[in-house]
């Protein structure tokens, strides 16, 4: 295989901490039949990518940073041919020249379990995407043809644009978000509200034991009150993920819904404020605040003389995050937690768990399978994923990665908000 250049430059950090180096490095050949080698066109900066930079990851030798990106497939390994069959689609269907969208892990779809080959990009294990060229192992099942987003539309709106600043949403944070807001929407606590049907009639119910049917829980019990914790790139969609899917509830089975979206921080509340004010409805009746954690707890409290949530998705990845989670919920209630925690120890005994029978959801979003519903909802909401640099919009700009060790720096002290990298810039 021959490439053009034989070197590349990409983002390279250094332990222990806080060291980061735009460098020369080989470029990824493939190794494996299920290789693809992608031309990258813009690489994303996220806030996980902060817990290696500030040397909280546990790692302990030069990586090549980034797990979110998108770009072209230059070349492809042997498995993927025409009419290859028994196997993920896009051993078949990827050509060389294809447009890509690479969550931010290895997914083979083929294990049929969560992947044992979910390696992160920009881990030691396997280089990341905040570089001109990166090696996709597993690829069929992993890369996401952009084509097949433009497919989702209906005709008349095939020649919509579709930004590529707004692809690179769906390589993590939107997938990420939407999964926080589904996987609590479809929890056994939560499902009594969205079905209509009390606990324990909304799951499996042993056939010799159903001794009467259910009533219908009353209109006025059909209420969530959801608080999200954390308002940075992942918190806001999020929070756009879960007013999409309570008022598509409201409409089509009249649930209330109240919700709260919490930040300490000014300026991330005003990026909710500002998205909100693009995506609201104005015939839909649910309520909406943004609020800082004082006022988020007040606002619960009024709203549910001090019961407390229903709800709580978690997306920060810290144990003031998680100790501000259990004061908001109510017993029976649910946190669903995203944000990336490593350590110490969460803050909980068992004690305060069992006296409000908390249920927990944890961990990393499922990234290839939610992508195409992710998709949809980016298709749906061009008007805040689609804009760069723009009141409403989440990606603050797009710079060279020459340009990395300043914006790592600048995004480290929250002066910035989500940025791309343009690699050939
Ligand atoms: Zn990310
Ligand atoms: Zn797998």
Same mark, same amino acid.
């Given at each position: 295989?021959?490439?053009?250049?034989?070197?590349?430059?990409?983002?390279?950090? =250094?332990?222990?901490? =806080?060291?980061?180096?735009?460098?020369? /490095?080989?470029?990824?050949?493939?190794?494996?039949?299920?290789?693809?080698?992608?031309?990258?066109?813009?690489?994303?900066?996220?806030?996980?990518?902060?817990?290696?930079?500030?040397?909280?990851?546990?790692?302990?030798?030069?990586?090549?940073?980034?797990?979110?990106?998108?770009?072209?497939?230059?070349?492809?390994?042997?498995?993927?041919?025409?009419?290859?069959?028994?196997?993920?689609?896009? =051993?078949?269907?990827?050509?060389?020249?294809?447009?890509?969208?690479?969550?931010?892990?290895?997914?083979?779809?083929?294990?049929? %379990?969560?992947?044992?080959?979910?390696?992160?990009?920009?881990?030691?294990?396997?280089?990341?995407?905040?570089? /001109?060229?990166?090696?996709?192992?597993?690829?069929?099942?992993?890369?996401?043809?952009? @084509?097949?987003?433009?497919?989702?539309?209906?005709?008349?709106?095939?020649?919509?644009?579709?930004?590529?600043? #707004?692809?690179?949403? *769906?390589?993590?944070?939107?997938?990420?978000?939407?999964?926080?807001?589904?996987?609590?929407?479809?929890?056994?606590?939560?499902?009594?509200?969205?079905?209509?049907?009390?606990?324990?009639?909304?799951?499996?119910?042993?056939?010799?034991?159903?001794?009467?049917?259910?009533?219908?829980?009353?209109?006025?019990?059909?209420?969530?009150?959801?608080?999200?914790?954390?308002?940075?790139?992942?918190?806001?969609?999020?929070?756009?993920?879960?007013?999409?899917?309570?008022?598509?509830?409201?409409?089509?089975?009249?649930?209330?819904?109240?919700?709260?979206?919490? @930040?300490?921080?000014?300026?991330?509340?005003?990026?909710?404020?500002?998205?909100?004010?693009?995506?609201?409805?104005?015939?839909?009746?649910?309520?909406?605040?943004?609020? #800082?954690?004082?006022?988020?707890?007040?606002?619960?409290?009024?709203?549910?003389?001090?019961?407390?949530?229903?709800? $709580?998705?978690? +997306?920060?990845?810290?144990?003031?995050?998680?100790?501000?989670?259990?004061?908001?919920?109510?017993?029976?209630?649910?946190?669903? %937690?995203?944000? $990336?925690?490593?350590?110490?120890?969460?803050?909980?005994?068992?004690?305060? *768990?069992?006296?409000?029978? +908390?249920?927990?959801?944890?961990?990393?979003?499922? +990234?290839?399978?939610?992508?195409?519903?992710?998709?949809?909802?980016?298709?749906?909401? /061009?008007?805040?994923?689609?804009?760069?640099?723009?009141?409403?919009?989440?990606? @603050?700009?797009?710079?060279?990665?020459?340009?990395?060790?300043?914006?790592?720096?600048?995004?480290?002290?929250?002066?910035?908000?989500?940025?791309?990298?343009?690699?050939?810039?």
């Amino acid at each position: 295989m021959s490439f053009i250049a034989e070197t590349q430059r990409a983002v390279k950090w =250094y332990p222990p901490a =806080y060291d980061i180096r735009i460098e020369d /490095q080989p470029i990824p050949q493939l190794q494996e039949p299920d290789d693809a080698i992608v031309k990258v066109t813009l690489a994303g900066l996220c806030g996980s990518d902060l817990h290696i930079y500030r040397g909280h990851g546990g790692v302990e030798s030069p990586i090549i940073c980034g797990h979110e990106f998108v770009g072209e497939i230059i070349s492809l390994g042997k498995s993927f041919h025409y009419g290859v069959t028994g196997r993920p689609e896009g =051993y078949a269907e990827l050509k060389v020249g294809d447009k890509v969208i690479a969550p931010f892990t290895v997914s083979c779809r083929e294990c049929h %379990s969560r992947c044992v080959h979910s390696t992160l990009f920009g881990s030691p294990s396997l280089p990341g995407g905040q570089a /001109q060229y990166v090696r996709v192992p597993k690829a069929g099942g992993t890369l996401f043809k952009v @084509d097949s987003i433009t497919s989702l539309l209906p005709p008349s709106e095939s020649g919509r644009g579709l930004e590529d600043s #707004s692809l690179l949403l *769906l390589a993590d944070i939107l997938p990420t978000g939407v999964f926080a807001a589904i996987q609590a929407l479809q929890h056994p606590r939560i499902a009594p509200f969205v079905q209509g049907t009390p606990f324990p009639y909304n799951g499996y119910i042993p056939s010799g034991l159903l001794a009467e049917n259910p009533v219908p829980l009353p209109q006025e019990d059909r209420s969530l009150t959801v608080a999200v914790v954390g308002l940075g790139p992942v918190g806001i969609c999020a929070t756009v993920s879960l007013l999409d899917m309570l008022t598509d509830l409201r409409r089509t089975s009249a649930l209330q819904y109240r919700v709260v979206a919490i @930040d300490p921080t000014e300026a991330r509340r005003s990026k909710m404020q500002s998205v909100f004010a693009a995506i609201s409805e104005p015939t839909d009746a649910g309520s909406f605040v943004v609020a #800082s954690i004082e006022e988020g707890k007040e606002v619960i409290s009024q709203w549910t003389d001090s019961l407390g949530c229903n709800v $709580v998705l978690e +997306v920060v990845g810290n144990n003031s995050a998680l100790t501000l989670a259990y004061d908001l919920i109510r017993p029976f209630g649910l946190i669903s %937690s995203v944000g $990336v925690h490593s350590s110490p120890p969460v803050p909980y005994t068992g004690k305060q *768990l069992y006296d409000k029978n +908390v249920s927990f959801d944890f961990g990393r979003c499922p +990234v290839r399978a939610t992508l195409p519903f992710a998709a949809k909802l980016l298709l749906k909401r /061009q008007d805040i994923f689609g804009g760069v640099g723009e009141e409403a919009s989440l990606v @603050d700009k797009i710079v060279g990665i020459e340009e990395a060790k300043e914006v790592y720096e600048e995004f480290d002290k929250g002066r910035c908000g989500k940025v791309l990298f343009n690699p050939w810039k």
